[in-house]
């Protein structure tokens, strides 16, 4: 039976107000309808009842209710994969994502939650014509400003709140900004309503007014309504009255700002999704908002309803509401100082992006992936404007090369392609000036740097012309440029392709090259780690199990030494290989229960999925066939993603079919498909549990496969811009 699976619903932080008919009729609607879209003006409550309604109906589908946030989505590229990542989904291949994603939806029975698509809506719209079409137990709600308008499509239409729910919504976040407003300074009701009346019921317009009542009574904001709302509806004759309150509202509150108040809402505009204090701190503090003041200024739009605080497993956040933003946008647009501010961004997310990349060989490791997870929004939006000028290509370059730890560590090589591929189409000249960063020391370190993490992970996506293609042109201009490093770079990469291409003699070569020039050029991170291991592979398959058992076990200490994880996870694997072929399957499982911990915790799935195979086969050795099967079963959907069968690979493969001989031999083919058919519906998370738990184990929670809650965001110096 296959894993019930809820989705990914944000926890309710405030109930809905007089929205109790809506959510009847949505849920209605979603009976009826494959295709539901709230539609109405920013600011009306669309996403919060659509995830309401959206939870209320979660029963119906054992395949989980999932929400994808796309407000923060610009690039038409990032819209599959956004929708991806918000089922969980990750693809190591070099299929089409939207190909990807609708086998994964078809015969599944979900409701998807698309949030925020009104800047994509045509791409929006194709994409879900077509998951709709492949997948037929599919159903999706969308909330946005307009429909999708597609034939199969339920627009629901959500009108402000009545008059009467207008001020029960407004006393309710009164009280909550200040108890006092409900017991000691009773408000007259005709007040109320006429403030509410003027709001025309739009619940975020009625969110920022009850932020006001801590300090002005509602005849004093009521008053103050009436001379702002006089101001700005004079240029707009033609708009809708609810798109005036909601414009009066937010136009009032910014009025009501201090000067630094505005100046900081409109700066932290150029954020994508949330951001933390240091990057506000970095950003936007300058003169007219020294840094020591940002911290009160945010706590001063914290508590205006500006913005709103998230609580996150990394630490808190902040968000600005969609229509919030876009206030600020203009207004910072109005100042004539967005590009100014855009380039600050872009080089904070530079800095941070340098810092997560030292520290990933660190015992910060998890902490990184975490942070850079949270921040990805923001990087990608880092990463548009630099290639949005071909002057700054390099930097561009740069970023996308940076950041190769979380393309490949953490299972995103699709997005990585992504980025890569655009940054290095670039053709202009790459400026005179170096970035910092490893192997930049040359004006061409940025494009070289691109060019072996793209050779990296086109590779680990099986794509060996692509791989082949930009290593030798590294390796070329590394050549050129005498840059030794980024030569070694090419020259491990192309040791990569050729392991897993099964040309084990070649990849002893290269990688025992590689692994000479690194020491030579006092290189030490994690790829120097992963070379080792990756020779060790080498020579393991070859049968040279002691030489591999050496280099794995100097790996190992060094990994232990510098607290590094997710290289240590791959000599483990090694380790655990020759464990068993010595005849020590307990002393493998232990090896390969650490490993399949460490790659669940970073969602490397190519790591997961060879440590599960192998440890089907240890299972099937300790007598356990039936667990093993299972084990082998659940394998399967993760090879679907990684694509490493692609590669035809007979080394890598053999223990998935070593342990099948055995388990069918002892089981039966009856038996041991339907083993296998129970394990394909476990999902990730419950394979790890699995895999560590053990067979003839209790089943209960497996602690070793949980990724730990991460402690406090580590404290990352503001980093040097890259291009003042």
């Not at 997560?356 to 992936?369: G, K, N």
């Not at 390969?592 to 299972?619: P, R």
């Amino acid at each position: 039976m296959r894993q019930r699976a809820y989705g990914n619903l944000p926890s309710e932080l405030s109930g809905l107000v007089g929205r109790g008919a809506e959510l009847s009729e949505l849920g209605r609607l979603l009976e009826s309808s494959r295709l539901v879209t709230v539609t109405g003006v920013g600011g009306v409550g669309k996403s919060r009842l659509a995830v309401a309604a959206a939870r209320a109906v979660q029963e119906r589908f054992p395949d989980g209710v999932w929400l994808a946030e796309l407000s923060s989505v610009r690039d038409p590229a990032l819209l599959v994969l956004t929708v991806a990542d918000a089922l969980g989904l990750t693809d190591h291949t070099t299929r089409p994502p939207r190909t990807v994603l609708a086998e994964h939806l078809a015969g599944r029975r979900l409701l998807l939650v698309l949030d925020g698509f009104e800047q994509l809506v045509e791409d929006c719209a194709g994409l879900v014509q077509e998951l709709l079409q492949r997948a037929p137990e599919l159903r999706v709600l969308a909330a946005g400003r307009r429909p999708l308008a597609l034939a199969a499509e339920q627009a629901f239409p959500l009108a402000p709140l009545g008059v009467e729910d207008s001020v029960r919504l407004l006393t309710e976040r009164a009280v909550a900004a200040d108890p006092a407003f409900g017991s000691g300074r009773a408000a007259d009701p005709a007040v109320l309503g006429e403030l509410c009346a003027r709001l025309d019921g739009i619940p975020l317009s009625l969110e920022l007014a009850a932020g006001r009542l801590r300090m002005l009574s509602p005849e004093q904001v009521l008053a103050r309504l009436e001379d702002r709302f006089r101001l700005l509806t004079g240029g707009a004759r033609g708009a809708l009255p609810r798109h005036r309150a909601l414009r009066t509202a937010i136009g009032w509150s910014h009025e009501l700002c201090t000067a630094q108040e505005r100046l900081l809402w409109a700066r932290l505009s150029v954020f994508a999704g949330a951001f933390d204090l240091d990057a506000a701190e970095y950003v936007c503090a300058g003169p007219d908002v020294p840094v020591e003041n940002v911290l009160d200024v945010v706590g001063e739009l914290l508590a205006q309803s500006l913005l709103v605080r998230e609580d996150t497993a990394g630490g808190v956040r902040y968000r600005m509401l969609e229509t919030v933003r876009a206030y600020g946008a203009g207004w910072l647009e109005s100042l004539g100082d967005a590009e100014r501010l855009r380039r600050r961004h872009r080089d904070w997310y530079m800095g941070l992006a340098t810092w997560c990349e030292l520290d990933w060989f660190s015992p910060r490791q998890q902490e990184v992936a975490w942070l850079v997870e949270a921040e990805l929004p923001n990087l990608r939006l880092a990463l548009d404007y630099c290639l949005e000028d071909p002057q700054e290509a390099h930097l561009g370059q740069y970023l996308a090369g940076t950041l190769w730890f979380y393309w490949a560590g953490c299972g995103r090589l699709t997005e990585g392609r992504h980025w890569l591929d655009r940054a290095l189409e670039q053709e202009a000249a790459y400026g005179t000036g170096t970035v910092a960063g490893a192997g930049a020391d040359t004006a061409d370190g940025p494009r070289l740097k691109a060019l072996w993490v793209l050779g990296y992970v086109a590779a680990l996506q099986g794509d060996g012309v692509a791989s082949l293609s930009a290593l030798h042109e590294c390796r070329e201009g590394a050549v050129a440029a005498g840059n030794p490093v980024a030569a070694a770079y090419a020259v491990h990469r192309m040791g990569c392709l050729a392991l897993v291409s099964d040309d084990m003699v070649r990849a002893d070569e290269l990688l025992g090259s590689a692994l000479e020039q690194y020491r030579e050029a006092g290189e030490l991170n994690s790829n120097v780690l992963m070379c080792q291991v990756e020779l060790a592979m080498a020579r393991a398959f070859q049968g040279e199990l002691p030489a591999a058992l050496a280099l794995c076990e100097e790996v190992r200490e060094i990994c232990e030494e510098r607290g590094e994880r997710w290289t240590k996870a791959y000599a483990l694997y090694v380790l655990a290989y020759a464990a068993l072929d010595a005849g020590d399957p307990a002393a493998a499982r232990v090896l390969l229960t650490e490993c399949v911990t460490i790659n669940h915790a970073f969602h490397d799935l190519l790591g997961l999925v060879l440590a599960v195979e192998l440890l089907a086969l240890v299972t099937v050795a300790e007598g356990h066939p039936a667990e093993a099967a299972l084990l082998q079963g659940a394998a399967e959907p993760v090879w679907d993603s990684v694509g490493l069968q692609l590669f035809g690979s007979g080394y890598f493969n053999a223990p998935r079919l070593r342990c099948e001989e055995r388990a069918r031999e002892q089981l039966g083919a009856v038996r041991y498909a339907a083993e296998a058919a129970a394990g394909r519906g476990l999902g990730l998370d419950a394979l790890a549990e699995r895999a560590v738990r053990g067979p003839g184990r209790h089943p209960g929670p497996a602690r070793h496969a949980q990724v730990p809650a991460p402690p406090p965001r580590p404290s990352l110096p503001h980093p040097t811009p890259a291009d003042p």
